[in-house]
């Protein structure tokens, strides 16, 4: 079974410049999540998708971060315009379903992104 | 964001060593994990614990899920270089739909 697959690995950009993730979850993976982890820490949850509705957006800097899942299956976010702070690892995850109980949460590579 | 407080932040052992490290958070947590991270990929899970008191083992890791519920706690027996990476345990709150939040990490090396 194929993980969950996201582009580009590395991206560099300068600060004010735009960017943007991509994200295709494990096949038949209900729940999405984008994940922002600085260097030296734990991942933290940026956005919660249950097919193509936001679950939970309430750490996401709506300022500049966007993110969309239009068909309920792939995945983009975007920051616009990013800040030297962004530079930090984003991780994408799936699980099988949105539910009371635990569904383990399968992660993705990352994108590591530096804000010069 | 609250993150949970893993201690210690880095560990060097030497190889068949035996590894503790713990998490402790101000909030009561349902559900416990244990994750592992290597270089350039994402955390993998290692244990899931779901009740207070629970002890659950996978292969040389045992995992505790304190009786308080706000603390757990990792021992790796018997330590191999593969061992190496950063160990991440994650909370998730009752009612809250799947979301977790992670420690700040204990970095383990191994030596031979």
């Known amino acids: 079974e194929a993980g969950v697959a996201q582009s580009p690995r590395y991206k560099i950009i300068e600060k004010r410049q735009s960017v943007a993730f991509w994200c295709n979850p494990i096949?038949?993976?209900?729940?999405l999540y984008w994940y922002q982890q600085i260097l030296g820490q734990g991942p933290k949850l940026l956005i919660q998708?249950?097919?193509?509705?936001?679950?939970?957006d309430s750490q996401l800097p709506k300022d500049r971060f966007s993110a969309e899942r239009l068909k309920g299956v792939d995945s983009t976010l975007k920051i616009q315009p990013a800040k030297l702070e962004d530079s930090a690892v984003y991780l994408c995850?799936?699980?099988?379903?949105?539910?009371?109980?635990?569904?383990?949460?399968?992660f993705g590579p990352g994108t590591r992104l530096t804000v010069l | 964001g609250q993150q949970l407080n893993q201690s210690p932040q880095s560990m060097f052992i030497q190889e068949g060593e035996d590894v503790s490290m713990n998490c402790t958070s101000s909030?009561?947590?349902?559900?416990w994990l244990w994750y592992k991270q290597d270089p350039g990929e994402g955390p993998v899970l290692l244990i899931a614990?779901?009740?207070?008191?629970e002890l659950t083992s996978n292969g040389r890791l045992t995992a505790q899920f304190g009786i308080t519920r706000k603390d757990s706690f990792l021992n790796i027996s018997a330590s191999i270089p593969s061992d190496v990476g950063i160990y991440f345990c994650?909370?998730?709150?009752?009612?809250?739909?799947?979301?977790?939040?992670f420690g700040t990490g204990t970095r383990l090396q191994v030596t031979l």
């Open positions: 995850a799936s699980s099988t379903r949105l539910a009371g109980g635990f569904n383990e949460q399968f």
């Open positions: 096949s038949g993976h209900a729940t």
């Open positions: 998708f249950q097919n193509n509705g936001v679950v939970d």
């Open positions: 909030s009561i947590f349902n559900t």
């Open positions: 614990l779901y009740k207070a008191g």
């Open positions: 994650a909370g998730q709150l009752a009612g809250t739909a799947s979301k977790l939040t």
